[in-house]
């Protein structure tokens, strides 16, 4: 069987691609001839994934799975969220992103947070929603310098590191990204 992943990340792909059964092939949207930017234009994690998954269901006419994840900030009433590659402006870094956040929470003491990644399957006319969270603080500034996005300011429940300073491995054993794609790859597999 061939199932699309809505999103030409070529490295993302191909870790999914060595996850699941060998009986299914993984497209990415390349492959299928797509090249334009999916818009996000959804106001929830969830909305964006389906979204992405249903564009290409609708328009393609393949079975589909997308995801979106964000960082939701509780005395911030879950912003950045849906906005969180964005938080500082569309053509900002990282950096912005993090010290957008570190300057709301200046005189914050409630500093509960987590990641959040939906992934939204299109099979067989249903539609599937897979949900991985991971609860954590926010620091006062930046540890560590692997990974990505706010990686450095989040640190998960019951750990001293920060997620910037965690192994890919590590990561991918607590991150809400690996939480949701094993449900996924658990879901395909029992198929
Ligand atoms: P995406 O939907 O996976 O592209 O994630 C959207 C945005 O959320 C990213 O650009 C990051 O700003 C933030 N984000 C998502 N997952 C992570 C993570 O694992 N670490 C740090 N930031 C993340």
Known sequence: ???VFASNNKNKI???QQ???Q???ILSLEDIGCFIDIPETADTIEGN???KADYVT???GYPCFADDSGLEIDALNGEPGVYSARYAGSHRSDNDNIDRVLQKLQHETNRKANFKTVICLNQDGKQYLFT???NG???KEKIGDQGFGYDPIFKAEGFSETFAQLSLEKKAEISHRGIAVRQLIEFLSSK
Do not use: F, H, R
């Open 49 to 51: 994934a389906i979204l």
């Open 58 to 60: 609708q328009n393609y």
């Open 1 to 3: 069987m061939q199932l």
């Open 23 to 25: 009986t299914i092939q």
């Open 132 to 134: 991985g969270i991971v």
């Open 19 to 21: 996850l699941i059964p």
């Open 137 to 139: 603080t926010i620091l």
């Open 14 to 16: 191909k870790e999914i």
